[in-house]
C-alpha cells in the first residue's frame, strides 16, 4: 500500500506558485521523501528529493515540516508544462535485501492561462 | 546518448500468447524495474533488479517472469497466466536502489 496521501487534483494559474501538499504520517525516521511527475503517456521525471531539510534545486522546492508527516512541493512559477501528475513517494522496503519505490495515484495539476 | 531503451513503443498480441518487452540502459546503472500503469492509475511495481543475476518480485509479479543476465538489460515477459495484460508498462534504471529513477519512454501492450 502506498504510504502517501495526495489530493487527487489541483489547479493553478500560469505564472503563480503551484503549492502541491502530501502526508505521509507513518514515515520512518531514514525514509526520503521523493517527488516525480508525469505528463501523459511518457515515463515519470525525477523532481526532488530531502530527509529532513527544505530543498532547492532547478525545477522546484521542497519543504519538510518538522515532525516529518508532510511536505509540500512548490513549482515558483508554474507553466502550462507543468501540467501533470504528481508523485510523492517514500521508499518501501520490499524485502530484507531490497527498496523500491511505490507510486500512488499521484496528484492531476492542471495550469490554466 | 545515455538513457534507457523500451521496446516496442506498441504491441498487440493476441489472448494467450507470452510477450516478451525489452528495457536496455546504458547509463552503467545497477538496479533497474518495471512497472505496470492503467488508464488513470499510478504506477504499480512488477520486478526490481539490485543487481546482474538478482531480481525481486513487487506488488503484482503473478503472470510476469523478468531475467538479468546482463547489467545493461531486464527484459519482461508478460505470461498467457496474466489475466489482464494490456496496460502501459514502464522500465526504470538507478545508480543503485537509493538513486533517483530514470524511465524509459514505455511500451503500450493490446491483447486482442
Known amino acids: 500500500d502506498a504510504k502517501t496521501t495526495q489530493p487527487p487534483s489541483m489547479d493553478c494559474a500560469e505564472g503563480r506558485a503551484a503549492n502541491l501538499p502530501c502526508n505521509h504520517s507513518?514515515?520512518?525516521?531514514?525514509?526520503?521523501v521523493y517527488w516525480y511527475r508525469q505528463i501523459h503517456s511518457q515515463g515519470p521525471q525525477y523532481i526532488i528529493h530531502g530527509l529532513k531539510n527544505n530543498e532547492t534545486n532547478e525545477m522546484a522546492s521542497l519543504i519538510i515540516t518538522e515532525d516529518r508527516k508532510s511536505s509540500t512541493l512548490i513549482l515558483p512559477h508554474a507553466t502550462l508544462r507543468d501540467t501533470a501528475v504528481y508523485y510523492c513517494?517514500?521508499?518501501?522496503?520490499?524485502?530484507?535485501?531490497?527498496?523500491?519505490?511505490?507510486f500512488g495515484k499521484g496528484t492531476s495539476l492542471l495550469v490554466t492561462p | 546518448d545515455g538513457g534507457i531503451t523500451q521496446s516496442p513503443k506498441y504491441l498487440f498480441r493476441k489472448e494467450g500468447q507470452n510477450v516478451t518487452l525489452s528495457c536496455e540502459q546504458n547509463?552503467?546503472?545497477?538496479?533497474m524495474y518495471w512497472y505496470r500503469q492503467d488508464p488513470g492509475q499510478g504506477l504499480r511495481l512488477i520486478y526490481y533488479?539490485?543487481?546482474?543475476?538478482?531480481?525481486q518480485k513487487g506488488d503484482i509479479a503473478e503472470g510476469y517472469s523478468v531475467s538479468r543476465e546482463k547489467k545493461e538489460s531486464f527484459p519482461l515477459t508478460v505470461t498467457s497466466a496474466q489475466k489482464n495484460p494490456t496496460a502501459f508498462y514502464l522500465c526504470?534504471?538507478?545508480?543503485?536502489?537509493?538513486?533517483?529513477?530514470?524511465f524509459g519512454e514505455g511500451s503500450r501492450l493490446t491483447v486482442l
Open positions: 507513518t514515515i520512518s525516521g531514514n525514509e526520503y
Open positions: 526504470a534504471s538507478s545508480i543503485d536502489v537509493y538513486g533517483e529513477l530514470f
Open positions: 513517494i517514500v521508499r518501501v522496503p520490499y524485502s530484507n535485501s531490497g527498496y523500491a519505490l511505490n
Open positions: 533488479s539490485q543487481i546482474v543475476n538478482d531480481f
Open positions: 547509463l552503467n546503472h545497477d538496479a
